[in-house]
């Protein structure tokens, strides 16, 4: 099996990251990271991607096979086209195509949800499941679906978990009304404790510790974002009967003072469905970058 070089991008709400990655279609390895902070525009971005794409090449001993990008929204990977985002500045964008042209490299453009989700399936906490769905929260929601040991897309719909309606009627980015996302994501925890109590925190981890540490006001934040989470899930174990749910991104980054609330919310709101086991993702936050390389390589197979 050849071992690939390939530069991974991914771009997130606030920050987009990279790595030069190598591996093979079963298993990669991040060796030189980078970093920006992302643009508002779609030119800045792809100068930004650009910049990555040099820096990290540059840093290589090897020629650069591919490129794999991953991003938030709705992504159809089969066409590399960035299809919808309510974060992020572009609608119906050819990132694939593109980029190809600019970088004189394959470009394999793909969901950065569905490409976490990847990544722990080969080699991470979902690697001997069959039916999963692998969940990073971060600046949003989404979900991975693994069914029947297949990533499933959806034409690039599927998995969009943090935008089902729980029930709070808190507006949304999106424009509907009572999204998981508006208060379980790590953005939504410190911008609800924020505006509760006056106090800037600089994220969720910083609210955690104050949920540690006993204060109402955290405590509160962190129970109505622990129950919009269960009813999310619920709504998972209802349509999919998945065997686990694996929490990924920054908020799993608080361990079991997330997930023993969690599954006891769960507990008591499950019925019929199977339960699905609670599981903390293995490859942390370079779970995006490393599916990106996966995309990537798995274009250079195909």
Request: glycine share 12%; hydrophobic share 50%; aromatic share 4%.
């Amino acid at each position: 099996m050849a071992r690939r070089h390939v530069v991974a991008v991914d771009i997130g709400g606030t920050e987009t990251k990279a790595a030069l990655v190598t591996g093979t279609s079963e298993a990669v390895a991040a060796q030189k990271h980078a970093r920006r902070a992302t643009p508002g525009e779609l030119e800045p971005l792809l100068d930004v991607i650009a910049e990555l794409v040099d820096e990290l090449s540059n840093a290589s001993e090897h020629d650069i096979d591919a490129v794999g990008i991953v991003a938030p929204g709705i992504v159809d990977e089969a066409n590399g086209v960035g299809v919808y985002t309510s974060n992020l500045p572009w609608s119906q964008f050819p990132f694939s195509t593109v980029l190809t042209e600019r970088f004189g490299v394959p470009v394999a453009f793909g969901h950065d949800v569905r490409a976490a989700g990847l990544a722990e399936c080969r080699m991470g906490a979902a690697k001997d499941l069959r039916n999963a769905v692998i969940m990073p929260i971060g600046t949003g929601i989404a979900g991975a679906l693994l069914l029947d040991g297949k990533i499933y897309s959806g034409g690039g719909f599927a998995g969009e978990i943090g935008h089902v309606n729980v029930g709070h009627g808190v507006p949304c980015a999106c424009g509907q009304i009572g999204c998981v996302e508006t208060v379980a994501s790590s953005a939504a925890i410190a911008r609800r404790y924020t505006a509760r109590t006056g106090t800037s925190v600089k994220g969720a981890a910083e609210v955690a510790l104050r949920v540690r540490d006993g204060e109402e006001d955290a405590v509160a934040v962190w129970h109505e974002a622990v129950d919009a989470l269960a009813r999310g899930i619920l709504v998972l174990a209802t349509l999919l009967g998945p065997e686990a749910v694996v929490l990924g991104g920054g908020l799993a980054l608080a361990g079991d003072l997330l997930v023993d609330p969690l599954r006891e919310r769960l507990d008591g709101l499950i019925a019929f469905q199977r339960r699905p086991e609670l599981l903390l993702a293995a490859l942390g936050d370079e779970a995006g970058f490393l599916g990106a390389a996966l995309l990537a390589i798995d274009t250079l197979e195909a």
